[in-house]
């Protein structure tokens, strides 16, 4: 098992911030297209976080022109350029799924101002 918890090590990234459910986030993607790459960016709210070490998973909603999007992003992975987090989000629940249900504000995540002083 160190083997293995060793290969994992090498694998997991150092710089990530520390992000919870119901933050705000800005992930940057780097996408191949045909022979280039680039980087896109996916802004959303955290709605469930699952997973430890190398196979830590975030997924993130966002409303695009009234329709959810919903991606799910490995935390360490090599395609994960980096994760801004834009607003702090104040929330009662480990997992949001509740918001896909809901439209406008009523879809909104109160923001934390005293975890956003820091």
């Known amino acids: ?3 293995i ?8 990234k150092q710089n990530l911030p520390n992000l919870k459910i119901g933050d705000y986030v800005r992930v940057n993607v780097k996408v191949k297209e045909g022979n280039r ?3 896109q960016a996916f802004e959303g709210t955290i709605i469930a976080m699952r997973g430890t070490s190398i196979r830590q998973t975030v997924t993130v909603r966002r409303l695009s022109y ?6 799910v992003f490995p935390l360490h992975s090599p395609n994960v350029d ?3 987090i834009i607003r702090r989000g104040k929330v009662r629940r480990a997992k949001l799924y509740y918001l896909r249900s809901r439209v406008g504000k009523r879809a909104k995540v109160k923001e934390d101002l005293a975890a956003s002083k820091d």
């Open 82 to 84: 980096s994760i801004e």
């Open 1 to 3: 098992m160190d083997i």
């Open 66 to 71: 009234g329709i959810g999007v919903e991606r």
């Open 37 to 39: 790459q680039r980087i």
């Open 5 to 12: 918890r060793a290969i994992e090590q090498e694998g997991m």
